[in-house]
């Protein structure tokens, strides 16, 4: 038989994948599956080039096992490893696992005692409330199932920071299997910075009249070749969004030119081929890719308001940060020395409160044994590195701040998290948040709707209310950096500068790797037309310290 190409091989990875976590037993193996699977997927290089060469084990995630299994799929189009699975549980089946939540032991519980066989089949049992009355299985399932399958529909796409690593090893493999192309350049979704990629796109720029091969290409990746001299507009539709392309076409074609993929035209004359030169021949400024979503940005260039977004460099330090006092995993000595490392002048440990039980909340006598800790700390550090002392202080049902306010003044800062009873009606969790934003101990306001992408919609809330409350109160919006929420939604940035709030990027680091979140939320920052001096991390060490104390002393001349 023909042998299999990268792509079609990856997929039936990817099912082996999910037959081994139906199977049961070792959970890593599966999710090692997936990740080579993954990897597949992003390979520009034909494969059977790859396994001739002996450079499988190049690839991320493929060690010599997987390798073995990879090659047999390759030159065979099975496994029999494979196929002894396929006896077990037939292929409808795997369509339920694409259901967030939806853990591979309720997928085969669904199938084994209630014969739900498919996607289609899994919606239609549980509209028929067929799931709830099943032992093991009950009314929250079915809710989480019903609520999950909309998400699954709605959500689509490769979370920014996976889509990322996928990316930059597909550009690296075109760089190594093609040195004769130039500017390997991200675009599309990746580039315009959104939550969630829908489809990885790369562009790069082939030698004018040469001989080049076109990379492979697959479902989930697109590249696009140009020459140097229309490379610019390849980038710019590449990028896109639709919307902002056609504004960009609209105000072209009231100047007398046409905007193509191949460059800004008037007549049969090219005018413009590079990006930035195409946005100054129709009158604008150069617009940032993250903006580029067809709302008000073209608009708001046009009259030279567009703002100055927010980069990496210009954060200063990090808040809200989890060590291994709560449900982190490294001291917060060894969580302080790599901030400090990275280049940050300050480290604002939060660990969880009391009541997060479930993440090892601290006691009040833990919480003096953190802040003695912090104090020996600060003195090795000296003046230009400082821990600041937090706490995720838990948002309760009636909406009061875990400890009593005497705690709660000893911190530098507060962060106020809602952490459970995420099902109150919208009135009553809106009414929840605005007490915590009310109250004079709490600094920012994190997560504030509690989504987790993929996983869980936000609770229900009056985001405008809310926002509108925290800038009557002073209370900073976060912007949660971590990959799975990204919470606040960008969509809502602009509304919270409208009415006067500042914003915070934190990393909601449970780890060291984990404090590198911070570039997803300047990402999203930057979506959101956000600039650095509306960013309280953005602030030097002096200016935060500054910043808090006058909040400490505002809150004792309250009391």
Not at 181 to 187: D, E, I, Q, S
Request: charged share 30%; glycine share 8%.
């Amino acid at each position: 038989m023909t042998s299999l190409d990268a792509r079609t091989v990856g997929g039936l990875l990817r099912e082996y994948a999910q037959r081994t976590a139906l199977r049961g037993g070792n959970p890593y193996r599966a999710k090692a599956y997936s990740r080579a699977a993954d990897s597949l997927g992003a390979l520009v290089v034909p494969l059977d080039a790859v396994i001739a060469e002996g450079r499988l084990t190049e690839i991320p995630g493929v060690g010599n096992a997987i390798a073995d299994i990879v090659t047999k799929l390759h030159q065979t189009g099975t496994h029999p490893s494979l196929e002894k699975l396929r006896k077990e549980i037939p292929e409808g089946v795997l369509e339920m696992l694409a259901v967030p939540g939806l853990r591979p032991e309720k997928v085969l519980r669904l199938y084994k005692d209630l014969g739900i066989g498919s996607l289609a089949e899994l919606e239609a049992a549980a509209k028929e409330d067929r799931i709830k009355k099943a032992k093991g299985l009950g009314a929250a399932l079915q809710t989480k199932i019903l609520q999950n399958l909309a998400i699954a529909k709605s959500e689509e796409g490769l979370h920014l920071h996976l889509a990322a690593a996928l990316l930059a090893q597909a550009k690296d493999s075109i760089r190594k299997a093609h040195p004769e192309l130039k500017r390997v350049t991200l675009a599309g979704d990746f580039r315009r910075g959104c939550e969630l990629v829908r489809e990885l796109t790369i562009v790069a720029e082939a030698p004018r009249g040469g001989k080049t091969s076109e990379p492979a290409q697959t479902d989930g990746l697109r590249i696009r070749l140009s020459d140097r001299k229309h490379f610019g507009a390849a980038l710019l539709f590449a990028t896109g969004s639709t919307t902002h392309i056609e504004q960009l076409r609209e105000i072209a074609s009231k100047k007398g030119m046409r905007l193509e993929a191949d460059g800004l035209h008037k007549c049969r004359t090219l005018i413009a081929g590079d990006e930035a030169d195409i946005y100054h021949a129709l009158g604008l400024p150069f617009i940032d890719p993250e903006l580029r979503e067809g709302r008000n940005e073209v608009e708001l260039a046009l009259k030279g308001k567009l703002p100055k977004l927010v980069t990496d460099q210009d954060l200063r330090g990090n808040l809200h940060c989890h060590t291994d006092a709560s449900d982190g995993t490294e001291t917060l000595e060894t969580m302080a020395k790599a901030t400090r490392q990275r280049g940050f002048e300050y480290f604002g440990v939060a660990d969880h409160s009391k009541s997060a039980h479930y993440a090892g909340g601290l006691s009040l006598e833990e919480i003096a044994q953190q802040h003695r800790e912090a104090d020996r700390l600060n003195k090795r550090f000296g003046k230009d590195f400082r821990i600041l002392k937090g706490i995720e202080s838990d948002i309760l049902a009636d909406g009061s701040l875990d400890y009593p306010d005497e705690a709660l003044k000893q911190f530098d800062f507060v962060v106020a998290s809602i952490h459970g009873r995420f099902k109150l009606d919208r009135k009553a969790q809106t009414q929840r948040l605005l007490r915590a934003i009310s109250h004079p101990c709490t600094t920012i306001i994190g997560h504030m709707t509690g989504r987790q992408l993929q996983r869980r919609p936000g609770y229900e809330i009056d985001v405008e209310k809310v926002l509108r409350a925290c800038a009557k109160h002073d209370v900073v919006v976060e912007i949660n950096a971590h990959p799975w929420r990204l919470d606040l939604d960008w969509r809502w940035h602009q509304a919270a500068l409208e009415f006067g709030c500042m914003l915070s990027i934190n990393p909601d680091a449970h780890s060291i790797p984990e404090l590198d979140h911070m570039h997803w939320g300047v990402q999203m920052a930057r979506k959101g037309g956000v600039p650095a001096d509306r960013i309280l991390n953005a602030m030097t060490l002096p200016e935060i310290t500054r910043y808090l104390r006058q909040k400490r002393r505002s809150l004792a001349r309250a009391a």
